[in-house]
């Protein structure tokens, strides 16, 4: 089993649509989650970087963290064309700066 | 330019060739990483520097990968006598300082692929 799960599978919506994304993982010892926006031949851009259990908004993009559940999420509201792009998840642990990857959702944001 | 820069942006060779791939972090960063993005693998890490302490190079998946960090900053990942499965995207990327507070900051990457 991969330490971090992300259902890889194509993303469509129409504009002005809530993206939800998310994924799990299984090591208890992730303290850190971020959100990384890849656009193609681009590398990964840091959207949302968080520290244990909750909630961060900022702007349109909201990310959480349910430690209990192993389990992180992030929401686009009110979705753009400019949205499309490959959304990854990333942890690490405290004092281990290496991080672990889901494998990434395609989003397409249809006008 | 403020953000980390790798060099080439492509690269095709044969297999056997040996390879070098470069990283320049940002300015000040004293963390730099390496890691490879293959098709339907996702990112994988490969080695983490810091500062003058030894590196962890516990990612890299055979003899054939070395990197080093000259005067703490920029950094040369080398394959040699490559393989078709070393293709991929190779990743480089910085923080500031040592601490897991701090967010990792990504080049573009090398598209490496083996003929």
């Known amino acids: 089993q991969k330490e971090v799960e992300q259902d890889p599978g194509p993303l469509s919506v129409p504009e002005g649509a809530i993206v939800s994304l998310n994924c799990t993982y299984s090591n208890s010892a992730f303290q850190y989650f971020m959100w990384y926006r890849q656009y193609s031949r681009k590398g990964p851009e840091l959207l949302m970087y968080t520290y244990s259990s909750g909630n961060k908004e900022d702007g349109r993009f909201t990310a959480q963290v349910d430690k209990s559940s192993k389990y992180i999420s992030l929401f686009i509201r009110d979705s753009q064309p400019s949205d499309s792009a490959t959304y990854l998840c990333?942890?690490?642990?405290?004092?281990?700066?290496?991080?672990?990857f889901g494998k990434g959702n395609q989003v397409v944001v249809i006008p | 330019g403020a953000g980390v820069s790798q060099s080439p942006s492509n690269k095709v060779t044969e297999k056997g060739k040996d390879v070098e791939l470069r990283c320049d972090p940002i300015s000040g960063h004293t963390a730099l990483y390496w890691y490879r993005q293959s098709l339907g693998q996702g990112l994988e890490f490969l080695i983490y520097f810091q500062g003058n302490s030894a590196p962890d190079k516990s990612g890299l998946p055979s003899d054939r990968f070395s990197a080093e960090r000259t005067g703490g900053s920029v950094s040369t990942l080398t394959i040699q006598r490559t393989q078709q499965e070393d293709s991929a995207v190779y990743l480089c990327?910085?923080?500031?300082?040592?601490?897991?507070?701090?967010?990792?900051?990504f080049g573009d990457g090398t598209r490496l692929s083996i003929l």
């Open positions: 990327a910085s923080s500031p300082v040592r601490g897991a507070s701090q967010p990792q900051h």
């Open positions: 990333a942890m690490m642990r405290g004092g281990n700066n290496r991080l672990a």
